[in-house]
């Protein structure tokens, strides 16, 4: 996981993965960062896999722990590691701060580049971008604007309408509604037809 900096590594990119999370799609995003992990190519990259407990607690963690895991298919849950993972407070420090069950820490080496592999609230949303780019990491993906626009369906579409897009006819129902009136609800959706 974790590699002494030395010429031969300095020459790689070192690449953390973010897999599990908070979300209802844990189980997926273990099962992506399985398949991330077994394609990478660890001749360019050094890797640093790090496992979010449905809580939110970060761990480092590994293949080996993911795919004994993601065997257990939808009911795959991350739940602990040995080292646990915090970020740097920016400032320019890419190191992330590796703290042990003795609390004894330790740096990782400097991160390159985050690759979230989260799906769903608290991945996709934007709220993890805004924490990497409040630790100055960079990451692959959207942005926090995007993100957060891209995971509301609504505001998405609101989006694409003001930029001039045509969208398909649509109807938002916010719970509140639902829960008042579920009968002028279907109508509503009724309404819109199928393609």
């Known amino acids: 996981m ?39 190519d660890t ?26 895991l993601t065997a257990q298919g939808a009911s795959a849950r991350f739940t602990a590691g040995n080292q646990q993972v915090f970020l740097p407070l920016g400032g320019g420090d890419s190191r992330l701060r590796l703290v042990d069950e003795n609390n004894e820490m330790q740096y990782s080496e400097p991160i390159d580049v985050v690759f979230p592999l989260l799906h769903g609230p608290f ?19 959207c942005g926090v604007a ?3 626009i891209g995971m509301d369906k609504h505001f998405m579409k609101v989006a694409f309408e003001s930029a001039g897009l045509e969208v398909g006819p649509y109807e938002v129902v916010s719970k509140r509604q639902w829960d008042k009136d579920p009968q002028t609800v279907k109508e509503r959706i009724a309404n819109l037809g199928f393609p």
Not at 8 to 18: D, G, I
Not at 21 to 40: D, F, K, N, Q, W
């Open 123 to 141: 991945g996709e949303d934007g709220t993890v971008q805004g924490l990497l780019e409040m630790a100055d990491l960079k990451y692959v993906g």
């Open 146 to 148: 995007a993100s957060a």
């Open 2 to 40: 974790l590699h002494p900096t030395s010429d031969a590594h300095s020459k790689k990119a070192t690449v953390a993965l973010l897999a599990g999370g908070r979300s209802s799609e844990h189980p997926i995003s273990l099962i992506t960062a399985c398949g991330v992990l077994g394609s990478i």
């Open 43 to 68: 001749d360019k990259f050094n890797v640093v896999m790090i496992g979010i407990t449905e809580d939110g607690r970060w761990y480092l963690t590994n293949l080996e722990e993911l795919s004994a």
